[in-house]
C-alpha cells in the first residue's frame, strides 16, 4: 500500500507537469506561429471552443484513468516486493533499487506508450462537447486547431526524446526523495544508511508522499527537475516546434 502510494505519488507528479507544459508550450508556438492577422482571428474564433474542450478533458484522468492506473500500480508493486517480510532491512541502496525497479515495471506494462492512455485519450474526439444546451444552440464545428494539439501533445509524449527525459526526470526525482528520507530519518536519531526494517521503513514513505503532490510552487521535486539541463534543453526545442516537425 504504502509503495504504491508512492508510485502513484510520483507518476502523478511528474506526468501531469509534463503533460501540462508540453502542452503549454504547444499552445505558445501555435499563437506565436499565427501573425497573419486573418489567422490571427480564426484562432480567436476558436479559442473559446478550445478552452471548453480542454476543460472537458481535465477531469479524464480522474473520470476515466485513475482506477485502472491505480489497480496496475497495486499489482507491479506487489510482483516486486513479493517474499520480502515486514522485518527485511533496507538501507538506501536497496530503497532506491526497489522504487526504481516498482517504476520501470510500471512504466513498461503493456503497450510501449500505455501510460499516456492513463491521462489522455487517444482519440481527441472524447474531449468534444456535445449539443449546447445554451441559446446559441451550436457549437463551433472548428476545432482542427484543438485536435493538432491533441495530436502533438500524443506525439512528443510517445518519442524516444521524451522518454529519456522521464527516465532521467524519475531518476533524479527518487534520488531526491532518497536524500529526504535519509536527512529525515536522521533528524530522529535513525538511519537509513545503515539499515531499517521495511515495517519503519513504509510508515516514513507514507509521511514523504503529501510533499510530493504538493502544487508545482511549492514542490521541491518539480524545482529540481525544472534545473536539470536535459529537461531545460528539451523544452527550449519544444517549443521551437523542433520534436514535431
Known sequence: MCYSALTLSLFLLFSLYFVENILFSLCLHSTSSNTNEE???????IDRDDQQNFLAGADFLANNGLLALISNIQAV????????????????????????????????????????????PEDSGHYKLGTSSSIDDTVLPNSTNFDQLMVEARTVLSSAEFGKIMGISLKVAVDALVEDMEA??????????????????????????????REASQ?????????????ELFFTLLYANNLVD
Open 184 to 213: 529525515q530519518c536522521q533528524s530522529t536519531g535513525a538511519s537509513l544508511t545503515s539499515g531499517m526494517p521495511l515495517a519503519k521503513l513504509l510508515s516514513r514513505v507514507m509521511q514523504m508522499v503529501p510533499s510530493l503532490l
Open 39 to 45: 489567422e490571427q482571428e480564426n484562432v480567436d474564433l
Open 77 to 120: 508493486v506487489t510482483e516486486v516486493i513479493e517474499g520480502k517480510k515486514l522485518i527485511d532491512l533496507f538501507n538506501t541502496t536497496s530503497f532506491h533499487e526497489t522504487v526504481m525497479q516498482i517504476l520501470d515495471k510500471f512504466m513498461s506494462v503493456g503497450s510501449l506508450h500505455q501510460w499516456i492512455d492513463y491521462l489522455m
Open 219 to 231: 514542490n521541491q521535486f518539480i524545482k529540481i527537475i525544472r534545473t536539470v539541463p536535459e529537461v
